[in-house]
């Protein structure tokens, strides 16, 4: 490739997560650190799919690592991952200029869009597990997706309102696209500032990527993890079971009853359910059946903390009543 | 009723221009918006009585808008004397006083009671009051009803946005703008009051509002503001700067893709030959199937594809873009998307390579465990069914002189559906059967076999081509009729707007094939549905199915007139194509008044068995009783109709349809005479049988190209 422009001083990738994050802070958004539980996207994290319940308004930014093992492919495709890293934002309810912030967080990672084609180009979200969807765009810059862009629509299968803007930055598609490598692994995730030593995204994740390949290709055990499946959608059951007698807790009960706890078990599911797929071990004719079983504990749950919130707000405005 | 007091030429003429400013809307909702808003706009214009119907009127659009100029518009209602209909004299007054009904009508009118006159009307007299209603001002009219008019879009899919969900639209509403020649028509919508500002080019222009004057000056100061509100302004920009582009490769063109334009055009809102870049890719990519290349760039990217004059794929692409560089910026946007395509076509080429280590033969087995439907089985199963159906109508065709490679046939039906199980089927669904094609091929399978695989899943619509080879077309039929049998069998049927497993389609699919294939596939409907299942109630709705089908082909794609169809699938429904050549035959004589004439004859000798038949006078075709003193015009008739009978069968056993029916038109003068002068239900029994058993008989001889009592005449 010839050299095309003078290129500017590339943004690192880890700057690259310095700058959106700086930005959205800027823009009033807490900056929550990466959920510490297995999530296929960023949107599955508490902090999205879960937040966006209710009528509390909501500003967060945070990156998400999302594995999806089927997408995993031993480290030898330049451009998919078993496990990428979203930038997930959630603007609740979303600003008027949403679209123009997001086009000026672009500007802040160095995109001089005077330079470059972007379009928003019609793309719709569903997690049909979660009983989520929204409308939206993906963004192309360039013919390039960068960006998933979201109006939440519904979640756990109730309406949102206030709904809910998303934005999810593809950080690997951007870091490569600034820095114009051809292959993920290429990508400069930190120079080093007294030698100038640049380190890489291989450097940093490719072990994983060749490894958990592996793991989700060929070594995990099959057997195992539909008992893990079966253990953990057994106690997620068990908590949501409980759950229906929130009504009658006292408020400290009601407070510390779990419904976080159960929604980690409805993600670990979901996410033995991917390594599964992954595996092979799950039939055309399987699948239907074990994803209505999982969306019903994804949603069980949503309807949960909604009744939680609704409880304890209910009984707070009793108290000050009171 | 009512009568304009002033008239039209007092007002004042204004412009009306309504734009609606969005955030992006999808690119394939937009050109019926736009041509939905502007017809809702008129039809209220005229409902007011603000404009006449052919009033100059224009509609633009962009991805960020949606707007509708009219120029004529009244700005002012007229003021209309309107009568008002009250209670009868006779309840109104009593002793020449008005009761107290008159007296509630006169105030209901807002007249004093001497005011209130009286009219005649067939009921008998009633009183009457004349109302004067002040016609209303435009901007009020306009002010009230557009929020219901603009509510009122459809859109294929649509959100909420704000707080409590007051409504639902496409994407959230950023601005409205309304005017009346220089006045703002003062209304509320998606929580925006109309004012007289737009917003120009996100990037060329920037965020800052713009102020349009008038409505005339609406495009003007679009344009200005980087963009061209026109859809087909831009279209053709964007095809010249295509063309423009193109140039600078020798002997290279643009593949023309309408549709591809089309959602172009939808995506931009300027174009001009600084917004098409023309990119490269490496030669070796064309190494790769161009199928997959051409899906690629066309339904992955958006690019346009450059060929050379012999058709052939060139290693360039062309994508427009939604803004406009110098050179420098051109060329970092050329580069981002040629890494972007190489990026996809490295990933394509992987999952080519990487199928072909498992050859289709050895995929068969994998198939039982993808799932075609629950209760249907696997692939493996479906593949098994369709094997035996293209084999039996593969038969059955041979049968009657079509030439089938049975081997090849079958290799491709055990084929079919291998290609589910590949990479790149799964990243590229839309190219399912064209990769089995492209597999089998490279993997030594007959060019006979491969094309059928190939072409298996043509035609996609009503506008598609129909599979090449009769192998192709036989197959097609076979699966589509597995699939149509099975999902009735489970009594998964289509009803109304419902058609989840697209059953129409494929139906269609299989008609168009029956009718359109190169090489004639002469099988019938009922042989079709006969195979397809060996239950006798789910056969014959599957046959009722694929009629009502062929009844949509000739109405929907043929062009056919609704009677025509209904007259010749009255008599025979079976052979598609026969169908199509009786219905074109009927379309090309129904004009002429003898046929006219003769298909009204007709009905009325249907109408008239049809009673006797409710009458109890049964038995009328079994012989024809014995007259004496025949009326002359009865005689006449049974003589033509006789002499015509033996012609006419003859020419519709050679297919000869049009000169069969102007045949059979030749019977009018016989006719005419027959009903001028003859009572059929005569109050002789004898004589009302003959008249009867006449009549059956000439319906029967004359009905085998089509029913004409079907067919609707004048009159």
């Avoid at chain 2, 809102?269 to 190494?287: I, K, P, Q, T």
Wanted: glycine fraction near 6%; hydrophobic fraction near 45%.
């Amino acid at each position: 490739m010839t050299a095309i422009r003078e290129k500017k001083k590339a943004l690192t990738f880890q700057e690259l997560l310095f700058r959106l994050q700086r930005f959205w802070a800027d823009q009033g958004c807490v900056l929550q650190q990466p959920y510490d539980v297995e999530v296929g996207a960023g949107t599955m994290s508490p902090d999205t799919f879960l937040r966006v319940l209710g009528p509390k308004p909501v500003r967060i930014a945070y990156a998400q690592p999302s594995r999806r093992p089927a997408d995993g492919r031993y480290g030898e495709n330049p451009n998919r991952l078993f496990r990428h890293t979203q930038l997930q934002v959630i603007l609740k309810p979303p600003p008027e200029r949403i679209q123009e912030l997001y086009l000026e967080s672009l500007e802040a990672i160095g995109i001089d869009l005077r330079e470059h084609d972007i379009k928003f180009e019609e793309d719709n979200w569903e997690w049909p597990v979660g009983g989520a969807w929204g409308v939206g765009w993906q963004v192309m810059l360039d013919g390039l997706e960068i960006t998933q862009f979201t109006y939440f629509q519904q979640c756990g299968g109730m309406d949102l309102d206030p709904i809910c803007g998303e934005i999810t930055y593809g950080l690997e598609r951007i870091a490569g696209f600034l820095q114009d490598v051809d292959s993920i692994y290429d990508i400069v995730w930190a120079v080093e500032p007294d030698t100038g030593r640049k380190v890489t995204y291989g450097e940093m994740r490719l072990a994983e990527e060749e490894q958990f390949s592996a793991y989700s290709f060929d070594y995990a055990e099959v057997p195992k993890l539909w008992e893990h499946l079966k253990l953990y959608e057994a106690e997620c059951l068990d908590l949501l079971d409980k759950s229906k007698k929130m009504s009658e807790m006292d408020p400290l009960a009601l407070k510390r009853f779990p419904v976080l706890g159960a929604y980690e078990l409805a993600l670990k599911c979901s996410h033995v359910f991917n390594l599964l797929d992954a595996r092979g071990a799950i039939s055309v004719t399987e699948r239907v059946g074990v994803m209505a079983r999982i969306r019903s504990l994804v949603v069980g749950v949503a309807k949960a903390y909604a009744a939680q919130g609704e409880l304890r707000s209910k009984e707070a405005a009793s108290g000050i009543a009171g | 009723m009512f009568t304009p007091v002033r008239r039209k030429d007092e007002f004042k003429m204004a412009d009306f221009l309504l734009e609606i400013g969005l955030e992006e809307v999808p690119a394939r909702m937009i050109a019926g918006a736009e041509a939905e808003l502007k017809r809702r706009v008129l039809a209220l214009l005229e409902r007011e009585h603000l404009a006449q119907s052919d009033v100059s009127s224009k509609s633009f659009s962009t991805p960020r808008r949606l707007a509708v100029l009219i120029s004529g518009v009244a700005d002012q209602q007229e003021d209309i004397r309107e009568e008002l209909t009250g209670p009868s004299v006779k309840v109104a007054y009593k002793d020449g006083a008005p009761t107290p009904a008159a007296m509630a009508f006169a105030k209901k009118a807002g007249v004093a009671v001497d005011e209130l006159k009286t009219v005649t009307t067939p009921k008998g007299e009633y009183l009457v009051a004349s109302v004067l209603k002040q016609g209303r001002r435009t901007s009020e009219v306009l002010a009230e009803e557009l929020p219901k008019e603009i509510a009122s879009i459809y859109w294929a899919k649509n959100m909420y946005w704000r707080l409590g969900k007051p409504e639902r639209f496409v994407r959230p509403v950023r601005w409205l703008l309304a005017l009346l020649d220089d006045q703002i028509v003062p209304f509320e919508f998606g929580g925006k009051t109309a004012g007289k500002l737009t917003y120009g080019h996100r990037i060329l222009f920037g965020e800052e509002a713009l102020a349009v004057k008038s409505p005339k000056d609406y495009e003007a100061a679009l344009l200005d503001a980087k963009v061209i509100a026109d859809v087909e302004t831009r279209r053709q920009k964007i095809r010249k700067a295509l063309d423009h582009v193109t140039r600078t490769i020798a002997g290279a063109r643009w593949r023309e893709d309408h549709a591809l334009i089309d959602t172009l055009t939808h995506l931009t809102e300027w174009a001009s030959d600084r917004a098409v870049v023309l990119g490269n890719f490496e030669s070796e990519y064309l190494s790769l199937p161009e199928e997959v290349l051409v899906t690629v760039m066309r339904d992955h990217q958006k690019y346009l594809a450059l060929e050379d004059e012999s058709g052939k794929l060139m290693p360039h692409f062309l994508a427009v873009l939604n803004t406009e560089a110098a050179d420098a910026g051109l060329a970092v946007i050329r580069h981002g998307n040629e890494r972007v395509l190489r990026a996809r076509f490295n990933d394509a080429r992987f999952f080519w390579e990487f199928d072909q280590r498992v050859p289709l033969k050895e995929r068969v087995k994998q198939l039982e465990d993808v799932t075609f439907q629950k209760e249907l089985g696997s692939y493996a199963a479906k593949t098994g069914r369709v094997r035996e159906l293209a084999l039996g109508l593969a038969e059955l065709s041979v049968s009657r002189g079509s030439q089938v490679d049975a081997v090849a046939l079958d290799e491709a039906a055990l084929l079919a559906k291998t290609d589910l199980t590949t990479e790149l089927v799964k990243e590229f669904t839309e190219l399912q059967g064209i990769v089995g094609g492209l597999y089998a091929r490279a993997q030594g399978t007959s060019a006979t076999a491969a094309d059928a695989m190939y072409d298996q899943y043509l035609p996609a619509s009503m506008e598609d081509s129909v599979p090449r080879t009769v192998e192709g077309s036989l197959l097609a039929i076979a699966d589509r009729a597995d699939t149509i049998a099975g999902m009735f069998g489970l009594g998964m049927e289509p009803t109304g707007s419902k058609d989840p497993f697209a059953l129409r389609r494929a139906a269609n699919g299989i008609v168009k094939i029956l009718a359109e294939s190169p090489t004639s596939v002469p099988l019938t409907l009922s042989e079709i549905a006969g195979r397809a299942t060996a239950n006798e109630a789910v056969e014959s709705r599957v046959r009722a199915f694929l009629v009502e089908r062929l009844e949509f082909y000739l109405r929907e794609v043929r062009g056919e007139a609704y009677d025509v169809v209904a007259a010749v699938l009255a008599a025979g429904n079976d052979d598609v194509r026969d169908a199509i050549a009786r219905a074109q035959a009927v379309s090309a004589v129904r004009a002429s008044a003898d046929f006219a004439a003769v298909s009204a004859a007709f009905k009325r000798m249907k109408n008239i068995l049809g009673q006797a038949k409710e009458k109890g006078y049964a038995d009328l075709a079994s012989h024809e009783a014995e007259v004496e003193n025949m009326h002359p015009t009865q005689a006449d008739l049974k003589q033509a109709a006789h002499a015509l009978q033996h012609k006419v069968e003859q020419l519709r056993e050679d297919h000869q349809y049009v000169p069969a029916l102007e045949a059979v038109a030749t019977l009018r003068p016989q006719v005419d005479a027959f009903f001028d002068q003859v009572m059929v239900m005569d109050p002789d029994e004898k004589v009302r049988r003959s008249r009867l058993a006449l009549l059956t008989s000439i319906l029967k001889s004359f009905s085998g190209i089509a029913d004409f009592s079907e067919i609707v005449t004048a009159g």
